[in-house]
C-alpha cells in the first residue's frame, strides 16, 4: 500500500540520518476541462496526501497560498489536528 511505502521511505531516511519535514501537496481542481471539483471532491483529493505525509513523518504539508480556500481550509482542521499535521500556504 502507499502508507507501507511512506513507511518504508520514512525508515530508510531515518537510517540515513535524514527525515522528511514537509511534503508538497497538490490539489487539481478540474475534473474535466469544464467541470471544477466540489468541495468534496477537493477533500477528497487531499486527504490522501495528508495520511502520506503523515506516514512520512511530516510536520506539515504546503499548498500555494490561498489555493484551498476558506470552505476546504475548514474541513482540514479535524484531519490535520488527527494527524498532527501543519498546512503551510506560501
Do not use: K, N, Y
Amino acid at each position: 500500500t502507499r502508507a507501507d511505502e511512506a513507511a518504508l521511505l520514512r525508515e530508510r531516511l531515518a537510517a540515513v540520518g535524514g527525515r522528511v519535514s514537509i511534503v508538497g501537496a497538490s490539489l487539481d481542481d478540474w475534473m474535466s476541462p469544464t467541470r471544477r471539483r466540489t468541495e468534496e471532491e477537493r477533500l477528497e483529493f487531499l486527504t490522501p496526501q495528508l495520511h502520506a505525509a503523515h506516514a512520512l513523518g511530516a510536520v506539515g504539508l504546503r499548498l500555494p497560498i490561498g489555493q484551498a480556500g476558506p470552505e476546504l481550509l475548514r474541513r482540514l482542521l479535524p484531519l490535520l489536528h488527527e494527524l498532527d499535521l501543519v498546512l503551510f500556504e506560501e
